[in-house]
């Protein structure tokens, strides 16, 4: 059974950083590629940064860069989220999705739907 689980969220003061995980269970992630979406309330799941297990290939959200980095351990079949300088618009759930090939993004049009595979999501509340 593919599994994704979510950590690391917690409650932050505007300006600090939060480190999000996402563990993958049952199946290997090297084929993958991995997502981090967020949501909050009213508003659409928006994706935020997705990498390519297999070569590293990574994309963050333009709105996001330079406060967000996406990394991963293969060996520890885990995708990681830096989020850095964090402002009270970030804050919602945040959701790791994986599918089973190489997904590049050279613009920003990152979709749920382009994804198979979700964890629970883990809450980020930053505070003003």
């Known amino acids: 059974e593919v599994n994704l689980v979510e950590s690391g969220g917690g409650l932050v003061q505007a300006g600090g950083s939060l480190r999000l995980s996402c563990a993958a269970s049952?199946?290997?992630?090297?084929?993958?590629?991995v997502g981090w979406f967020r949501q909050s309330p009213g508003k659409e799941r928006e994706g935020v940064s997705a990498?390519?297990?297999?070569?590293?290939?990574?994309y963050v959200h333009s709105s996001l860069k330079g406060r967000f980095t996406i990394s991963k351990d293969n060996a520890k079949n885990t995708v990681y989220l830096q989020m850095n300088s964090l402002k009270p618009e970030d804050t919602g759930v945040y959701y790791c999705?994986?599918?089973?090939?190489?997904?590049?993004?050279?613009?920003?049009?990152?979709?749920?739907?382009?994804?198979?595979?979700w964890g629970q999501g883990t809450q980020v509340t930053v505070s003003s």
């Open positions: 999705a994986a599918v089973d090939w190489s997904l590049r993004y050279y613009s920003d049009s990152m979709y749920p739907s382009d994804y198979r595979h």
């Open positions: 049952g199946f290997t992630l090297d084929d993958f590629t």
């Open positions: 990498i390519v297990m297999k070569d590293g290939g990574a």
